[in-house]
């Protein structure tokens, strides 16, 4: 496995998604981790991620110089390439920014170059204030471009590789090859990384983590809890009791389809709890997104205590479908990177909360998670669902949340879903839902002056939600679903298409 530091670039995890994709293990982890645990984990190589700061720069991370002497391989990828110059007696200097497409030439196919004939140029895309000047004594060039003479270099007596440019981002043409390379011909990965190894793993683990206790999970219908709920159905059994929860911020006839497909096709226990008044009633008023997620979370939390509570009481362990993105931008296990949103099921549970969390998916990503699906045998229309958050509509109603506008955008996401199902556009689209926003507009509908509220829809296309492109509908199909939601939800007045991508956009609106 390899072992990914960060150092805060917005890339870091597409360096993980690289890696993953060439079916090796990886893990992120922050720039504090000892040498003593680096060791212990036992990394086959190690990358040291871009970041926005500059090695001369006060309080900036920084690794142990004997990283580089463990024997292990590294790989320094932008700031990480300037670290290990810093570290190893090279000079970088500040300089002028370069920011979008580079063609380098490669002096040398060797190593990460392994297959590249030299003197081949290839496109690579370059984000970055500072740049190699001078390399450490005993590091050989690898390849230039133009502007910058040492885009790639190598150490000489040992396996240490450094690249000026993002080799994890899709406009490099040939990041896949240089990835593959590192892993399997510098530092001997195989290729072994497969849902079917990570089921067996999750079902050990959760064995030996749980014993006889009894497990309780949130299940929220969407794809991830789903999948975790399986998951540790599939270790523990009937000591699994699974909670949906309504909370009265679902999508129109969510909650009858959840019960229908969990009690038909899966077996698993499953409790109902109604407690839409509850959480309605905290968030009435609260306008702040964050505040809102907040008070989902610790309402869920309390929700749960209450239902393992009168089933019994002796619930010690709470399954929940976190995922490595909810993990990335939350919090953080993670140094330098910023808190994007807190979500909910990373961020905003209660400190005192009585549960130990097992979070079996929070290493993967979302396709990962599908894929693990699949191989349990999850049904299609489980499996290919769009994600649906947490926190539910109460971020897709902007600003305070009420019964009627959640009524509102529930007929207006129905339509919008029917519509993109009939055109037979659902699977080619990641995510897609409605939001209702805090502004009215004036309209007129038969001969009368309407004032109401304006819908904005959105839909994108993603493969992990980290980064996401907005979905270019066919203008018929948006005209459908225009006129349908005017004319048939009572309180929208104007539909507007959401056209920002993530980023700078997010997906949610809040
Ligand atoms: P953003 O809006 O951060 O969303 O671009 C990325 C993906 O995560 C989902 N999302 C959440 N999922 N709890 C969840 O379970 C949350 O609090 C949460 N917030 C956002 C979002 O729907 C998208 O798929």
């Not at 794809?223 to 129109?252: K, P, W």
């Not at 995510?431 to 009215?440: D, K």
């Amino acid at each position: 496995r390899i072992l990914i530091i960060d150092y805060g670039s917005q890339f870091t995890q597409l360096i993980a998604r690289r890696i993953r994709e060439e079916r090796v293990y990886c893990e992120i982890h922050p720039p504090t981790r000892s040498l003593e645990w680096i060791r212990e984990w036992a990394p086959k190589g190690i990358v040291l991620s871009g970041g926005p700061s500059s090695v001369y720069g006060e309080d900036v991370p920084t690794a142990d110089p004997q990283l580089l002497h463990m024997g292990i391989p590294v790989l320094g990828v932008c700031y990480g390439m300037q670290l290990i110059t810093h570290l190893e007696g090279g000079v970088v200097e500040r300089g002028r920014r370069e920011y979008g497409r580079a063609h380098v030439t490669v002096e040398e196919g060797t190593g990460i170059f392994d297959g590249f004939p030299a003197g081949e140029r290839t496109q690579v895309w370059m984000s970055h204030g500072d740049h190699v000047v001078q390399p450490p004594p005993g590091y050989r060039l690898l390849a230039s471009t133009e502007g910058l003479p040492w885009a790639a270099f190598a150490a000489n007596d040992r396996p240490i590789y450094g690249v000026q440019f993002h080799l994890e981002v899709a406009h490099t043409t040939r990041g896949a090859d240089m990835i593959g390379n590192f892993v399997f011909r510098v530092c001997g990965c195989e290729p072994t990384w497969t849902a079917g190894s990570y089921i067996e793993n999750e079902i050990a683990k959760i064995r030996s983590t749980v014993g006889d206790a009894q497990v309780i999970c949130g299940l929220s219908g969407g794809v991830d809890s789903s999948v975790a709920a399986s998951l540790v159905h599939r270790a523990i059994g009937e000591q699994l009791t699974c909670i949906f929860v309504d909370t009265g911020l679902l999508r129109a006839g969510e909650r009858e389809s959840v019960e229908r497909t969990f009690r038909a096709h899966m077996g698993i226990k499953l409790e109902v709890v109604d407690a839409s008044d509850l959480f309605l009633d905290r968030l009435a008023g609260v306008e702040d997104p964050e505040a809102k997620r907040k008070i989902i979370g610790h309402t869920f939390i309390d929700v749960f205590e209450d239902a393992s509570a009168r089933l019994g009481g002796d619930a010690q362990f709470l399954v929940q479908g976190t995922l490595y993105p909810d993990v990335i931008e939350s919090l953080s296990v993670k140094g330098p990177s910023a808190t994007i949103k807190t979500h909910h099921n990373v961020g905003g549970l209660k400190e005192d909360m009585k549960f130990a969390l097992i979070e079996p998916l929070r290493e993967l990503f979302k396709d990962e998670v599908r894929q693990v699906g699949r191989e349990l045998g999850l049904p299609e229309e489980m499996v290919g669902r769009h994600p649906f958050p947490g926190p539910g509509l109460a971020i897709r109603v902007l600003g305070a949340v009420d019964r009627r506008e959640l009524e509102v955008l529930r007929q207006a996401d129905t339509i919008y879903l029917e519509e993109i199902r009939s055109a037979g556009l659902y699977d080619d689209i990641w995510q897609a839902f409605a939001v209702l926003l805090p502004v009215r507009s004036v309209g007129v509908m038969g001969d009368e002056r309407t004032y109401e509220n304006v819908c904005a829809l959105r839909a994108v296309t993603s493969r992990d939600g980290m980064t996401a492109d907005w979905y270019p509908f066919p203008h018929d199909v948006l005209a459908r679903i225009s006129t349908r939601i005017i004319n048939e939800v009572a309180g929208i007045n104007r539909v507007c298409y959401d056209i920002s991508s993530k980023p700078p956009a997010t997906i949610e609106w809040e």
